[in-house]
């Protein structure tokens, strides 16, 4: 026997390797409310102050009684998320670097509480029963067929989408890795930017963004977890292959249009984790994370969906 093969193998302890969730958006695409209560009401108005009223008045003429102001509500729900790991007394005496018993446990927890909203956001947002502006790409015009398809028409029936529905051009697009890597490269969108002749490269996310007339582009890179547990493991995108524009503002104010809004509770941090000693088992510690929150589509107008934007 070799010298070399009577060592015992030791763990590398400055390297280690993961996938932790990348390109997350969920908590970047909507404003943010803060609310003492778990649950209320959003307050808005209808068109009727934007009708085109007889108002001339003359001589001695009465002023014509109108209802200028219609007000409604949507209600919301902040909910709770949470999760809990154990780290026991075995995982302490085990464990060694560059593994780190309750830091591992934390980040895993983390980011299971973590990819559960980001997915929650995506179905949300790529609904179609819930964008009813939307369409359906397919075979040649999905946008990675260079030849045929048509990005440019339809980024600019979306847009137009938008201000028909809610009086605001769109000013945010979320576009996933997978898709914006294709329309970096489309002849048609280089040649819109001037590129054509004399650039041969992809387009950078402010190029993509300039294209499609927006103020913020999100390209979300998240892969999930595809597989049951105990099958060979499969990534998946959370967030598919579907462009969502919309009008957003950055701030969440009085007397204003938007997709919709994040709603957080004030009296605590977004995101938490808590340890506690249960006793049983002797001498572990249990590990909460948690997270509270709810989306709210507030104006459906404000958003346009384009499914399967590439094949």
């Known amino acids: ?34 609310s003492k209560q778990k649950t209320g009401k959003l307050g808005a108005y209808g068109t009727n102050h934007l009708r085109i009223e007889h108002s001339f008045v003359a001589g001695r003429a009465s002023f014509r009684r109108v209802e200028a102001i219609v007000r409604s509500s949507s209600s919301y729900s902040i909910e709770s998320h ?26 895993g927890l983390t980011s299971l509480i973590q990819m559960a909203k980001e997915q929650a956001v995506a179905d949300v947002l790529t609904s179609t029963s819930i964008l009813t502006q939307n369409t359906t790409l397919s075979g040649t015009s999905q946008w990675n067929d260079y030849a045929a398809s048509d990005p440019i028409d339809d980024i600019n029936v979306a847009r137009e989408a938008i201000y028909d529905g809610c009086g605001f051009a769109p000013n945010v697009a979320i576009m996933p890795w997978q898709v914006a890597n294709k329309l970096a490269y489309s002849p048609q969108v280089l040649d819109a930017l001037g590129f054509a002749a004399n650039r041969a490269g992809q387009l950078s996310p402010a190029e993509l963004a300039k294209f499609m007339g927006v103020d ?8 999930k977890e595809g597989a049951k547990e105990g099958q060979t493991s499969s990534f998946a995108d959370v967030w598919g292959n579907d462009v969502v524009m919309a009008y957003i503002p950055a701030q969440a104010a009085k007397y204003q249009k938007s997709l919709g809004y994040k709603l957080v509770l ?7 984790v808590t340890k506690y000693q249960p006793g049983n088992p002797p001498n572990s510690t249990a590990i909460l994370v948690d997270d509270s929150y709810d989306f709210l ?14 094949a």
Do not use: H, W
């Not at 913020?216 to 892969?223: R, T, Y």
């Not at 004030?266 to 938490?272: D, E, G, L, N, V």
């Open 1 to 34: 026997m070799s010298q070399i093969t009577a060592i015992a193998d030791k763990l590398l302890e400055n390297v280690s390797n993961i996938y932790l969730p990348q390109g997350l958006v969920a908590d970047l695409i909507f404003p943010e409310i803060k």
């Open 297 to 310: 589509i507030a104006s459906v107008g404000c958003g346009y969906l384009i499914k399967s934007a590439i």
């Open 216 to 223: 913020k582009l999100l390209i979300p890179q998240v892969k």
């Open 82 to 107: 949470g999760l809990e790991g154990l780290v026991t007394e075995d995982d302490y005496d085990n464990v060694e670097l560059p593994f780190d018993a309750e830091k591992d446990e934390t980040i």
């Open 266 to 272: 004030s009296s605590r941090p977004a995101r938490r």
